[in-house]
Every structure is written in structure tokens, then in C-alpha cells.
């Protein structure tokens, strides 16, 4: 789940608009057998059905056949929408012979669409491998984007953006995790993670352990549902929010990279919060106020906009 930002802004009105049809592979050149077929990777709503696009629901309907994580929870999607395309399952533990069995008919001229159960496919599920076996074997792969849970909580998050790594699910073996907490404590740029209810708790507690109670984070949970949550602050804040009320949903956290070396300095001896709030109180821009107690005091300017966004919704 990368950057987003497209040339097609500068293109004309009717380039953005235009779509490409999901329309059979041409027989190859002898006429004899089909050409490779397409795989369609095709993002489905993380919550609202509403933001499922055009474009995905014209696909689902037209190809011969959609591969899901959960056929269940696509069923519903499906019969939502009045969408009777056959469906079949491929997850984490779909067999080998299900997935050369997928991957002959991309071979033999079928299209195929992706789809996990919401947001991007391909994306901390086994899609990626069904992707790059088609690759492989010179199958088009065509994407069809949408909502993603990564992007979402990361535009909200009030983080910077411009640059971030997506670590997913952390290993729970205890040796493979603290390796990946210790990367992720000297990791400069903002990660984004993804966690269960039940174990959220011990996430937080893990990531103080290796980053400090300070670092700022934003938690958030039930994207796009009706009862979706942000909860920006320090990590112990965060802690103390879920240890108080009971974490439910699927949770993304975005957590804040380290400070550089230069800015990691003590300000002890300054009181942060009560500039930022004498700055808030006189009308000042969030970001100016940022850039001033930045200044002021040392601070990495990004971590200052942090504890500003924070102090703001607190006021």
C-alpha cells in the first residue's frame, strides 16, 4: 500500500474518467487458444459500503470467476450489490492444488478477480503469491483501487505522511518480534501497523518497551464504521485508553518514527504543552504553532505538530 499520488491529475477530464473493460483475453495470433487471461486485484469497502467504486463492481460482475479470502464474508458483499459471479476461496491455508488449479485457468484465458475480506487484496494475505505466480507466468495483473485500511489511517492519523513503512502484523514468536521492535524503535519514518482487539494491550506495552512512553501514536480502529475511533496521543496514552475501554474493531496504529539524532536532546526544562497552548489561545495555526516552539525549544518540529494536534482535541 504505497503512495497514491498520480500523474492522471494533469491528464484531461475524459482520461480520468475513462475505464478499461473487463473484456475477454484476444485468441493469440494461430487463433487457436486463448491468450493469458487478467487477474484482477479489486479493493472492497473496509466498513462503508458506500465506498466501493464503479469500476469494482463492474469488474466483480464480468469476470468468470472471484477469488476470496472468506467466501462468506464476500457472499454478503455480493448479494448486496446483486452481483452472481461464482466465487471461490483462497486464504492463508488454501491447498497448492487449489492455487495451480487458479493460476491453469489464468493460463487457459479466464479472468479472475481477488478480493480479501476488505480493503486492498494482496496485502498481508496470500494474494501476493497468487500474483506472483501470474506474473510469472505471463499473466496481466491489473489492479483495481480502493479503500485500504493502511492509507486511511495513516492520512488521519496527523503523522507525516511523506514518507512511512508498513510493518502489518508483528511475528509473535518472542526472539522474531524483538528484533522487529528494535527496528522499529530506530525507524525514522512513520510506521503503520496492524494489530487484533485482544492484543492490542500488549502491543502498546511492547512498543514502549522499545520506543519510550513518549512516542507519539494514532490508534485507530472500526475505519470507515459507525463507531470508528482515533485515539492520537503518546503511547502511554493509548495504553491507557484500551486498559480502560474495551478495545473492539480492527485496529491500525500508526506510530511516529524516531527523532533524529540532533533533535533527540533533553527540554525538560521547557514546558512544551504550555506553549503550544498560549500559541492555540491567540488563533495560531496548529502548524505555525508547531514551527514556533520548534524554535523555541529544539524539538523535532513533526513531534511538536503531534502533541499540538493532541492538545487541540483535548481543549
Given at each position: ?43 472492497t469497502p473496509i466498513g462503508n ?63 479472475i478477480a481477488v478480493v480479501s ?199
Amino acid at each position: 500500500m504505497a503512495n497514491d499520488r498520480s500523474s492522471a491529475r494533469r491528464g484531461r477530464a475524459e482520461d480520468v474518467v475513462r475505464s478499461t473493460p473487463a473484456s475477454p483475453p484476444p485468441l493469440s495470433s494461430s487463433g487457436e487458444s486463448p491468450a493469458p487471461g487478467v487477474l484482477y486485484l479489486v479493493s472492497t469497502p473496509i466498513g462503508n459500503l458506500e465506498d466501493i467504486t464503479a469500476r469494482a463492481l463492474r469488474t466483480l460482475r464480468e469476470v468468470d470467476v472471484i477469488a476470496a479470502e472468506d467466501t462468506r464474508v464476500t457472499r454478503k458483499l455480493l448479494a448486496h450489490f446483486d452481483i452472481h459471479t461464482p466465487l471461490t476461496a483462497y486464504h492463508a491455508h488454501t491447498s497448492e492444488q487449489r492455487s495451480d488449479a487458479l493460476l491453469d485457468r489464468l493460463i487457459g484465458g479466464a479472468r479472475i478477480a481477488v478480493v480479501s475480506d476488505a480493503g486492498t487484496p494482496a496485502v498481508s494475505d496470500p494474494g501476493a503469491d497468487l500474483v506472483a505466480a501470474a506474473l510469472s507466468s505471463g499473466v496481466r495483473v491489473e489492479p483495481i483501487p480502493g479503500a485500504s485500511a493502511v492509507l486511511s489511517a495513516l492520512v488521519a492519523s496527523g503523522l507525516p505522511t511523506g514518507r512511512f513503512v508498513f510493518e502489518g502484523f508483528l511475528p509473535r514468536t518472542k526472539p522474531d518480534r524483538r528484533a522487529r521492535l528494535a527496528a522499529i524503535a530506530g525507524e525514522r519514518r512513520t510506521t503503520v501497523l496492524y494489530e487484533a482487539p485482544p492484543r492490542i494491550v500488549e502491543l502498546l506495552r511492547d512498543l514502549i518497551g522499545a520506543c519510550g512512553p513518549d512516542r507519539p501514536v494514532a490508534v485507530a480502529r472500526e475505519i470507515t464504521k459507525k463507531f470508528e475511533e482515533f485515539v492520537r496521543g503518546t503511547l502511554t496514552e493509548a495504553l491507557q485508553h484500551f486498559t480502560a475501554n474495551d478495545p473492539r474493531g480492527e485496529f491500525v496504529v500508526v506510530l511516529a518514527g524516531a527523532p533524529e539524532p540532533s533533535e533527540a536532546h533533553d527540554a525538560a526544562d521547557v514546558d512544551i504543552d504550555s506553549l503550544i497552548r498560549d500559541g492555540l489561545s491567540r488563533g495560531t495555526r496548529p502548524r505555525d504553532v508547531a514551527h514556533q516552539v520548534s524554535e523555541i525549544t529544539g524539538e523535532s518540529r513533526n513531534l511538536v505538530y503531534a502533541r499540538v494536534l493532541r492538545l487541540r482535541e483535548e481543549s
